[in-house]
Structures are given as structure tokens and as C-alpha cells.
């Protein structure tokens, strides 16, 4: 489905605002402004649409992470113990 099926729909439940008609007669010439007009309204709309899809995708991944991140699990006495013996290897070897 592209944006020209999908705006007409939009502007239906939007209360139908139709802007392609606005024109402006200068001599013979007719500017038609009411196009410009319109494109800048579809923007706006699928621009919002947008915008509110990643809003809430942002927040649903929020609140996502927040469950996954849970505690890490506590290492065991020993494995702390190894650690620090070898942090204290390494500062000895830096310091010859």
C-alpha cells in the first residue's frame, strides 16, 4: 500500500481536508497553491505517524532491556580470589 492510497483514508477520518482545489487567478495565469498546501499536510500526518510508531518502539525496547538486564549472577569466592591474585601478577611484572 502506498502514501496515495493511505492519505485519502487519513483524510477521511480526519474530517476530509482537501487543499489541491486553492487557486489564485492572475491574468491568465492560475497559480495553485492548494497542492503545496496538501503535500505539506500529508507530510505532517505521515511524519506523526512516524514519529508515534518510533516512540512507542522506543519504549517497548526500553522496557525490554530493563527485564533482560537483570542481576548479574555473584561469582564464586574462588574465581574473586584468582582474580585478585592475578591483578596483583600484572602491577608486580609492570613495576620490574
Known sequence: MNLKNLLPIIGILIGG???TGLKVQVGTATITYGNFIQNVVDFLI?????F???KSLAHFKKTTNGQLDQEEPKKD?????LEEI????????VDK
Not at 505521515?46 to 512516524?50: E, K, N, R, T, W
Request: glycine share 0%; proline share 0%.
Open 17 to 19: 481536508l482537501d487543499f
Open 46 to 50: 505521515v511524519a506523526a505517524c512516524i
Open 86 to 93: 592475578r591483578d596483583l601478577l600484572k602491577a608486580s611484572r
Open 52 to 54: 508515534s510508531m518510533l
Open 77 to 81: 569466592d574462588t574465581v574473586v580470589l
